[in-house]
């Protein structure tokens, strides 16, 4: 068993061809382990909210919800996943649209052995690093700058969860008032208001797509209670969720 090891989805409707992709991903580098495979973007939000996902493999053309709108999911909901297109369609415009939602390379079908590779190092070595800087602030080597961007890091790779500032200092081995003096000092305001702004930057996105009531987007960020996160949302643009969706609706 690896040290480090990472965990992928694939998001694939032709199950041969997914369940090979997956034996050529864990032969090719054994640190990424296909945990699930689904053959549409709806499963795949489902497993991606029931399991930590490090990765995900999609093809842009499925059943129920097709790739692009899991993509754009993906880069709402989970920011940190790197994710990785899979396409039998040698267009641009397929390209285009998936280098927008943050995607970190483009493969054609049938997958080219030596280019799975290079796509598996190019994510191994973004993922380690991230995991190195986690690692280094948790073990007292780092600066009050590194504490900073670490809490940041951590902020937008768990807004998803109900985390308070006691969460992310328990998580770090430092008080919540340290953490908030250092957070302030640099940020110029606390890390739980960094936390809420940057919940409700993602609201807003989920909001004015329309698809999500208005309970599913506070869950989705982190709330449990939709009146508190109502109330948050309020705070933080001066306008109620159900205001902010009329008002986004008709401009």
């Keep these: 068993m690896h040290e480090l090891s990472y965990t992928v989805l694939i998001a694939e409707d032709e199950k041969l061809l997914a369940k090979n992709i997956a034996r050529n991903i ?13 053959g549409d973007g709806e499963d795949a939000f489902a497993s991606l909210r029931n399991r930590p996902t490090d990765v995900v493999f999609t093809d842009i053309v499925m059943p129920v919800v097709d790739g692009l709108e899991l993509l754009s ?45 290079r796509v598996l190092k190019k994510i191994e070595m973004e993922l380690s690093s991230s995991r190195e800087r986690f690692t280094r602030a ?38 919540s008032a340290y953490l908030s003096r250092l957070f302030d000092k640099y940020e110029h305001l606390p890390p739980s208001k960094y936390l809420r702004a940057f919940r409700m930057k993602i609201a807003k996105q989920l909001l004015s797509g329309g698809q999500f009531t208005i309970q599913a987007v506070a869950e989705m ?31």
């Design 221 to 251: 960020v982190g709330y449990n209670d939709p009146f508190h996160f109502s109330k948050s949302f309020k705070q933080e643009t001066g306008r109620n969720p159900t205001d902010y969706r009329k008002d986004d609706s008709s401009e």
């Design 138 to 175: 948790a073990s007292g080597a780092h600066t009050p700058g590194d504490i900073v961007a670490m809490t940041k890091e951590y902020i937008r790779q768990n807004y998803q969860n109900p985390i308070t500032l006691g969460d992310i200092a328990d998580h770090f081995g430092f008080t």
């Design 26 to 38: 864990e032969r090719i580098n054994p640190k990424f382990m296909v945990a699930d495979i689904v």
């Design 73 to 117: 999911g993906i880069a709402l909901e989970f920011p940190f996943i790197k994710s990785v297109v899979l396409s039998g369609h040698n267009e641009f415009e397929y390209a285009r649209k998936a280098i927008a939602y943050n995607v970190k390379d483009y493969l054609l079908k049938p997958v080219d052995e030596n280019e799975l590779r």
